[in-house]
């Protein structure tokens, strides 16, 4: 979303995110509401005590002439990277092994001291025996990168164990999705 202030008046652009879906904004006054639901969907807002004008699309050329600057000021957007493990271990199965290289090329590309790391399990196993492996799937993931020259600092490292499963399952059944290190790369 974007807004722009000028001479009393206020426009409301709603922008697509970096895979194109928007979401939905509602503009309210105390004068009424317009929805915008659409890419590049805009209102405007004359007065606190006016209806929004009526949702029309803006071209693409006008956004970037209006929003330009601010636009060129976003940060990149996050880079996600998932890797897997052999079932009940922190290690690595083969193909995940293959990222490694990538993301730490995102990582020096964007000279990232933003990483987060989050380590999930399947539900085989106790829930507090899949919090710990979580745990250490993530810490192995940072010690290989921090083994590779990044900053530690940068890194945050967490668990969600069992929970959050990226395939729901009943308890006691085994997923290799689950099974899963998230990276994210700011």
């Known amino acids: 979303m974007l807004i722009s202030c000028a001479s ?24 009424g509401t317009q929805v915008l639901s659409e890419p590049r969907h805009a209102t405007e807002v004359k007065a ?31 880079i996600r990277f998932l890797l897997y493990f052999i079932t009940g271990t922190p290690e690595l199965t083969a193909e ?18 933003d990483i987060a790391i989050v380590g ?19 810490a192995s993931i940072k010690n290989i990168l921090v083994s590779d020259g990044v900053d ?3 890194i945050e490292v967490v668990s969600h164990g069992e929970d959050n499963p990226s395939i729901e399952t009943e308890d006691n059944v085994a997923e ?7 990276i994210t790369v700011r």
């Open 120 to 138: 999930h399990t399947d539900r085989v196993g106790s829930r507090e025996k899949n919090q710990t492996l979580g745990l250490k799937r993530a």
């Open 96 to 113: 995940s092994k293959r990222q490694i290289p990538e993301i730490l090329r995102v990582i020096e590309d964007r000279n990232s001291k």
């Open 152 to 154: 530690p600092s940068g």
């Open 8 to 31: 009393k008046k206020t426009l409301i652009v709603l922008l697509p995110d970096d895979n194109g879906q928007v979401g939905e904004i509602v503009v309210e006054t105390k004068g």
């Open 176 to 182: 290799p999705r689950n099974r899963r290190v998230e």
């Open 48 to 78: 606190a005590d006016v209806s929004p004008t009526a949702p029309v699309i803006m071209k693409e050329e006008v956004v970037l002439r209006v929003f330009g600057g601010a636009l060129s000021a976003l940060p990149d957007p996050p």
